[in-house]
């Protein structure tokens, strides 16, 4: 059973765990990195304690996680939560480079797609024995292949 908290019910790091879908190990690295404050601790065991405020921080913090957000976007971004006119600025600033950084990794992943299907017109082509579709392909599929090698090496230091 859960340790109680003063008027609030109270959720063991297992429980915030499956509430979030985040594993207990990154809630740790999270709360020692600075992402998520400092968590209540049981004064008897010095386990964890999460309160519904807490699980509330953490579905939020799992879904900026889930969108793929720097970690160190992901703290500015929680530090920047209470909604007003100065935080709107930043939290703009972070959401706008996070949709510019989703929309690069559609149009390479769309790249990618775009080769395997090539790659499997290939095969198909020369299970056919069609030697001139197997040519074709293969010449659209070097700038292809060169694309990807280079969208590679620009996101490998993200």
Same mark, same amino acid.
Do not use: F
């Given at each position: 059973m859960a340790p109680a908290l003063t008027g609030d019910r109270a959720f063991t790091i297992s429980q915030a765990s499956r509430s979030c879908g985040l594993p207990e190990s990154t809630l740790r690295y999270y709360e020692q990195i600075g992402v998520i404050g400092p968590v209540r601790r049981d004064p008897l065991n010095g386990y964890?304690?999460?309160?519904?405020?807490?699980?509330?921080?953490?579905?939020?913090?799992?879904?900026?996680?889930?969108?793929?957000?720097?970690?160190?976007?992901?703290?500015?971004?929680?530090?920047?939560?209470?909604?007003? =006119?100065?935080?709107?600025?930043?939290?703009? %600033?972070?959401?706008?480079?996070? =949709? %510019? =950084?989703?929309?690069? %990794?559609?149009?390479?992943?769309?790249?990618? =797609?775009?080769?395997?299907?090539?790659?499997?017109?290939?095969?198909?082509?020369?299970?056919?024995? %069609?030697?001139?579709?197997?040519?074709?392909?293969?010449l659209e599929a070097g700038p292809l292949s060169v694309a990807i090698r280079a969208d590679s090496a620009r996101t490998a230091g993200r």
């Open positions: 964890r304690v999460y309160s519904q405020d807490d699980l509330d921080v953490l579905d939020a913090v799992a879904c900026l996680s889930g969108l793929g957000m720097p970690v160190a976007n992901l703290r500015e971004y929680l530090a920047n939560a209470a909604p007003s =006119r100065a935080a709107a600025a930043t939290q703009l %600033d972070l959401m706008r480079e996070q =949709r %510019d =950084r989703l929309a690069q %990794d559609a149009e390479a992943l769309e790249l990618r =797609r775009r080769y395997v299907e090539l790659k499997v017109s290939y095969w198909e082509a020369v299970a056919a024995g %069609d030697d001139a579709e197997v040519e074709r392909i293969a």
